[in-house]
């Protein structure tokens, strides 16, 4: 049986480009994305690499393979991540920096799209290493919620439609707990705390910031241990709003550190090697056995290592 990461074509008839080929053959794929693969060396005919230029010949072997080869040296499988695994449900411990999926819409159509994208993301990830969620018709290869790109933690993956289905009405029933760890710029004195603010985008704007535009959004905050320099925070989302906790800490005057779009390096403070926020815990009734369970993802090592540095008597020159 065929891989779904690899299609192969025998050519039937002379005369025509290989990009072109390609673009006939794979029509949910846009012509960057086949231009791309066969850049990265995915499309070999008669077993060399092919060239986008190429004239083919009639009874040419094309085989394109849908995975990029230089995946693996970036974040792994996704075997190495998990959490827990039953017949319906996927926990992963995502890490910092993997991109959930590609931009645009093409993915959604043909999921084969998400592993002909040149960067890793969770998508086109799962596709490869866990074809059978697609394979039984399970939307957005599984995926039911996001974290941004930087953000390390525990992500719920559905490996069937029903699973999906009952997971997308848990979140927008707001019946799924998320609890988060961030380490925050500045000293938190105040142990517990409440934000109820507007989280969106001004028209015209990229940036998602708390603003009348947006859509009303809720956190609360629990302060775990405070130092001069930062403060580690545990915050749970009471409404599901982009970038609200973020946005929320900003507006509390405590930024996350590392956030590009809020934090700022203060002299003779250290910058953290990305944005320290983590998913730490999910909570929710099993879409199959109906009971309630929870998954936690330990604290990973670049934010303890950097807590224990923020926690370093500041040094005077």
């Known amino acids: 049986m065929m891989k779904i990461n690899q299609k192969d074509f025998v050519v ?28 990265q060396g ?12 190429r004239r083919l010949k009639a009874g040419d072997a094309v085989c394109v393979d849908m995975e990029p080869a230089l995946w693996d040296a970036s974040f792994g499988r996704v ?12 926990v992963l411990e995502k890490p910092a920096g993997l991109l959930m999926h590609p931009l645009g819409e093409s993915w959604l159509e043909a999921p084969e799209a998400a592993l002909a994208e040149p960067e890793p993301n969770l998508a086109g990830m799962l596709l490869r290493d866990l074809p059978g969620i697609v ?28 699973s999906y289905e009952a997971l997308i009405e848990a979140f927008k029933a707001r019946e799924v707990t998320k609890t988060y760890r961030a380490l925050v710029r500045g000293a938190w004195a105040q142990r517990r705390s409440r934000v109820e603010a507007p989280v969106g985008r001004k028209p015209g704007h990229r940036k ?12 609360a905050f629990t302060v775990l241990e405070s130092c001069p320099r930062a403060a580690l925070v545990e915050a749970q989302p009471l409404t599901g709003r982009t970038h609200q906790i973020r946005v929320h800490l900003d507006l509390l005057g405590h930024p996350v550190m ?38 936690l993802a330990r604290i990973p090592a670049d934010m303890r290592d950097f807590w224990k540095l923020c926690q370093n008597p500041v040094r005077r020159s």
């Open 12 to 39: 039937e008839f002379p005369g025509q480009r290989l990009d072109q080929y390609l673009a006939e053959r794979l029509p949910r794929l846009s012509r960057g994305h086949v231009k791309r693969m066969v850049e």
């Open 42 to 53: 995915a499309v070999q005919v008669n077993g060399a690499p092919g060239q986008a230029d």
């Open 79 to 90: 075997a190495d991540w998990v959490l827990h695994e039953d017949r319906e449900l996927l």
């Open 135 to 162: 394979q039984a018709g399970t939307p957005r290869c599984g995926i039911v919620h996001r974290l941004d790109r930087l953000t390390s933690g525990v992500l719920l993956v559905a490996k069937t439609p029903r």
């Open 208 to 219: 998602v910031l708390a603003t009348p535009f947006g859509k009303a959004a809720e956190t």
């Open 258 to 295: 590392g956030d590009l779009e809020f934090d700022k390096q203060r002299p003779g403070e250290p910058w953290p090697p990305r944005m320290m926020l983590h998913a730490y815990r999910v909570a929710f009734v099993h879409p199959a056995t109906g009971r309630p369970v929870q998954f």
